[in-house]
């Protein structure tokens, strides 16, 4: 079975702090995803990447920054937290490949994430 | 620009009934669409898949409709159980983008007893 880890559950941290949030995946995966769900706004993809050192902003990357130094392993870093970034945030991750079925991503537990 | 949306935030069953989420699209280019599960507190689940090739794709209780024509996808459970009680996402596709999902806003489902 796919894991998918995060390193926090629960996350409390003060305006202006640099937040780091950690994603494992152990199924040798390709793609890795950071997500934010909001209540009526869905999941909305802040960055991803598709390989090691490589990252592609998503729909909302701004505030956002990620680091991806080994394949199993991508973060996700608040430079400096505000109130709007109150969430919860989302891994996941998927293979790489031509098939359709290659979609389907896997993810993490998340992190809710409270900024005051 | 919500390129996948879900226009019902919510919607409650009786336990044994059929349950319908919708979900609707803009962008014709999408091939794959993909429903998801999450519970309160866990990361989403994946549920069925279908292909844009295809119409209906059937697994267990649970069956996804696609009309390309009317760019609109539906996931029917039948019968519905207080164990299905969970936020549904549905998500679209394209290929050559590398694996990247739209997800829609989600509909919470109650199943009543």
């Known amino acids: 079975d796919v894991k998918v880890t995060q390193s926090s559950r629960y996350l409390v941290k003060r305006t202006g702090e640099k937040v780091f949030l950690e994603c494992v995946q152990d199924?040798?995966?390709?793609?890795m995803f950071w997500y934010r769900q909001d209540p009526g706004l869905g999941l909305r993809l802040i960055y991803f990447s598709y390989d090691v050192k490589m990252k592609e902003k998503g729909d909302i990357p701004e505030g956002y920054s990620v680091s991806r130094e080994k394949k199993e392993r991508f973060s996700l870093i608040l430079e400096s937290a505000s109130t709007n970034q109150t969430s919860m945030y989302l891994c996941?991750?998927?293979?790489?490949?031509?098939?359709?079925?290659?979609?389907?991503?896997?993810f993490g537990p998340g992190t809710r994430l409270t900024v005051l | 620009d919500q390129q996948v949306k879900q226009n019902s935030p919510s919607l409650s069953v009786q336990e044994g009934r059929i349950s319908i989420l919708n979900c609707d699209y803009t962008n014709s280019m999408f091939d794959y669409f993909l429903w998801y599960k999450k519970y309160p507190a866990e990361g989403p689940t994946f549920l069925i898949s279908?292909?844009?090739?295809?119409d209906k794709n059937e697994d267990g209780r649970f069956t996804v409709f696609l009309n390309k024509s009317a760019k609109h996808l539906s996931l029917h459970i039948v019968p519905s159980q207080p164990g299905d009680s969970a936020v549904y996402f549905c998500?679209?596709?394209?290929?050559?983008?590398?694996?990247?999902?739209?997800f829609g806003q989600g509909t919470e489902l109650s199943v009543k007893p």
């Open positions: 279908i292909s844009s090739i295809k």
């Open positions: 998500a679209a596709s394209r290929n050559n983008q590398g694996g990247k999902l739209i």
């Open positions: 996941a991750s998927s293979l790489w490949g031509g098939s359709p079925s290659y979609n389907e991503q896997f």
């Open positions: 199924m040798d995966h390709e793609n």
